[in-house]
């Protein structure tokens, strides 16, 4: 028993030693499914500078003649996204982590088809850029957006890429800050804060109706293939599946009110920004195992989770005093 613990350690010791490298393989039975070479003619986009945790919001509106039959959507993001097509959320939490290897960038394939109208549409994007290396990641050390749809109405096609022709702002409602406590000082990912009062300017803007004339330019980062995103490879596994267990118009889900809950505002959970829907009120909001609750206090702001919700019944939610 003894030689069998000493031989489980030494695999142990090499395979800690080698994972460096082995990271950097892609492992035959892993590998994704060849696919067909996208032509690429998108440009990375971004804000002059990249900062850990920092949310990158991205508009760009277009006229169609027609409803298109067709829009296959190449998008690529560092690090996360969030995409709004005409003020619908049609891809939550997009993007994977770095790879297939330690050095190149995963790609999402979506029809937008369904979401596009003839007239006036607006894609818009929330991107989120991690910032910071992880076990689960290797930094690029750079923010980066990456988007390319083939729109197919009748016999035309129009290409929509991202180019310095779009709009971006740095989302005022997230800070990049960095402090607090992590469930585990390896992943990549930061706390996340959000301020409901610095968001008010942007209310609407994954909207068609939006006034983003104040917004600027991104800056262009390269075309596809460049540093340090490398080569492009589609993802091997689906996209989230994004269903609205409740809607907020609804009302929120009533979840249990009397429970010790963490001290962490919602804000620190939830990385979509709230709706207008949600609850107004002087409050602060707390998260833990899917309980919502609200606490009189000196933090105002609009808070909505519906991420940690999903299993409680519809209906008004609690009121709890404050501590």
């Not at 986009?45 to 296959?72: D, E, G, H």
């Not at 982590?97 to 003839?118: Q, S």
């Not at 919700?309 to 709890?320: K, Q």
Request: charged share 15%; glycine share 8%.
């Amino acid at each position: 028993m003894q030689n069998v613990s000493r031989r489980s350690a030494l695999r142990s010791a090499i395979a800690v030693a080698l994972a460096p490298t082995l990271g950097s393989l892609v492992l035959p039975g892993l590998a994704p499914a060849a696919t067909a070479a996208v032509s690429w003619t998108a440009k990375w986009i971004w804000a002059p500078s990249s900062t850990t945790n920092q949310w990158v919001a991205f508009r760009r509106s277009f006229t169609l003649a027609t409803a298109p039959s067709k829009a296959v959507t190449q998008i690529a993001a560092d690090s996360k996204y969030w995409l709004w097509v005409n003020g619908t959320l049609v891809v939550f939490e997009g993007g994977l982590k770095r790879g297939p290897n330690r050095t190149d960038t995963f790609y999402d394939e979506i029809d937008l088809a369904p979401y596009l109208t003839g007239g006036t549409n607006t894609i818009a994007l929330l991107v989120w850029h991690f910032g910071k290396q992880g076990f689960s990641r290797n930094s690029s050390g750079r923010g980066g957006l990456l988007f390319q749809s083939d729109i197919q109405a009748g016999s035309t096609t129009t290409r929509l890429v991202s180019d310095t022709s779009w709009k971006h702002t740095v989302h005022p409602g997230y800070s990049n800050n960095t402090s607090g406590t992590q469930v585990n000082f390896r992943l990549p990912e930061s706390n996340v804060f959000y301020d409901a009062r610095a968001a008010a300017v942007m209310s609407g803007w994954r909207s068609p109706g939006f006034n983003d004339s104040g917004w600027t330019a991104p800056t262009d980062f390269g075309a596809a293939g460049a540093s340090p995103w490398n080569a492009l490879v589609e993802r091997p596994i689906p996209l989230f599946r994004y269903r609205d267990s409740f809607a907020v118009h609804r009302g929120l889900p009533r979840c249990e009110a009397n429970l010790t809950v963490a001290t962490r505002s919602v804000a620190d959970f939830c990385p979509a920004e709230p709706d207008t829907a949600c609850p107004s009120r002087t409050a602060r909001s707390a998260v833990k195992a899917g309980f919502w609750r609200s606490r009189d206090d000196a933090h105002t702001g609009r808070f909505c989770c519906s991420m940690y919700c999903l299993t409680m019944l519809s209906g008004a939610p609690p009121t709890v005093p404050a501590k």
